[in-house]
């Protein structure tokens, strides 16, 4: 299992891309060991991984499994995170 | 309820009458409110030829029946209908449809501002505007 990353918008193409599927295992985190195994992960520390530990900007939005969510937010192995940026809908 | 996102033009007088008819029946309702969005061809001082709209497949029709199933507890109402655009659209075309039916018209008229506006400022759709020199995305 892994957990899928998608942006959207304006910032998939600040990002260079669409999707990313990162196995939880192979995150920075576990391995080097900076932080306790656990089961899961904050969206701000997937944000941090993919990202190359950039400052998550303010006004961008996320979700988790297709609802919103916040930084703090924990992930679990399979799931699907998004980020993206404010809404221009209707 | 009914919540659809198509990539395809579509008439929003002709999709009220064609709900209107199959789900509601006539004498049940006293009220019906509409939006009907439509697409612009000058935005920001600048002449827009064409519009990509952009969503998050899944997200964007949860977020949207939650939506309606919220107006639906909320207001005194029977029916909710909203429809909404995708991919490229052009000056003229209607972007979204939104309506309510009740049986007088305060709920039907609050549920449907409720709607559209929770839908503006949450519903994961993105603008992309194609001016003469070029494309922006309306969402910096």
């Known amino acids: 299992m892994a957990i899928t990353i998608k942006f959207f918008a304006s910032l998939r193409e600040q990002v260079g891309k669409s999707e990313v599927q990162i196995e939880l295992s192979r995150f920075k985190f576990f391995k080097e060991k900076l932080k306790p195994r656990t089961d899961s992960l904050t969206v701000g520390e997937v944000w941090a991984q993919v990202c190359d530990n950039s400052p998550l900007p303010i006004h961008i939005l996320m979700a988790v499994n297709k609802e919103y969510s916040k930084q703090d937010t924990r992930v679990q192995d399979g799931d699907e995170v998004a980020f993206f940026p404010p809404v221009t809908g209707g | ?140």
Not at chain 2, 24 to 38: L, W
Not at chain 2, 54 to 68: A, D, I
Not at chain 2, 76 to 99: C, N
Request: charged share 25%; proline share 4%; net charge negative.
């Open chain 2, 1 to 140: 309820m009914k919540v659809e996102i198509t990539s395809k033009i579509f008439n929003p007088w002709e999709e009220l009458q064609t709900y209107e008819k199959t789900l509601i029946a006539q004498g049940k309702y006293g009220a019906v409110a509409t939006f009907v969005g439509t697409m612009r061809d000058y935005n920001e001082g600048d002449i827009v030829q064409a519009m990509f709209l952009e969503h998050y497949p899944g997200m964007t029709e949860k977020y949207l029946q939650t939506l309606s199933e919220t107006a639906l507890q909320r207001w005194d109402i029977f029916e909710t209908l909203i429809i909404h655009r995708i991919g490229e659209i052009k000056p003229g075309e209607t972007i979204v449809l939104v309506a309510t039916w009740a049986g007088h018209r305060v709920p039907a008229f609050e549920a449907c501002r409720f709607l559209i506006d929770e839908l503006k400022s949450r519903a994961p759709f993105w603008k992309q505007e194609t001016l003469s020199n070029g494309v922006r995305w309306l969402d910096q």
